[in-house]
């Protein structure tokens, strides 16, 4: 059965510098492949991108130097395999080099629609959502994963 939903996300990150500094550089230098990566992935749909090809020159909140990603996925593991098992890895691990850490939420998942495209303000929205209840439905993480919609016909549309 050919899923009804997908699976959004949106992470954030306050940068150390300016992504012209120098401390900024060894990201700056990863971004094109690792954006490749995540195309190429099993079960990528779809990326937030400015004509440039990435995301790092939008601002959604009101401090400057919070940097947002967000994608579109098949499942909870496909994602989860590009994440945890790529060369995607390599970049969290040194990700302390290049953002500071936050006191709230960062990353949150949530279900839309196969076919439609979230947006980095509903992604705000979503991590908010998170921060002030908690995983719910509606805004999750992958340590509390809240399984797909259910379709008119009462079936499961996707494995979380």
Do not use: C
């Not at 492949?33 to 990528?44: D, K, Q, R, Y």
């Not at 994608?71 to 994440?83: F, G, P, R």
Request: charged share 20%.
């Amino acid at each position: 059965m050919k899923n009804t939903y997908h699976l959004a996300q949106i992470n954030i990150a306050p940068m150390r510098a300016p992504l012209t500094d120098p401390v900024m550089a060894g990201f700056v230098a990863q971004i094109d492949a690792i954006n490749a990566l995540a195309e190429e992935s099993s079960g990528f749909i779809w990326r937030f991108m400015t004509e440039e090809g990435d995301a790092t020159a939008v601002r959604v909140f009101s401090d400057p130097s919070i940097i947002i990603n967000m994608s579109v996925w098949e499942s909870v593991e496909a994602l989860k395999a590009y994440t945890y098992k790529s060369d995607h890895v390599k970049v969290l691990r040194d990700r302390k080099k290049w953002f500071t850490r936050m006191e709230t939420p960062h990353m949150v998942l949530w279900w839309i629609p196969a076919g439609t495209v979230p947006t980095p303000e509903e992604g705000k929205r979503r991590l908010a959502l998170l921060h002030e209840i908690g995983p719910s439905p509606d805004a999750f993480t992958f340590r509390s994963v809240f399984a797909a919609p259910i379709d008119q016909q009462g079936s499961a549309v996707s494995n979380p």
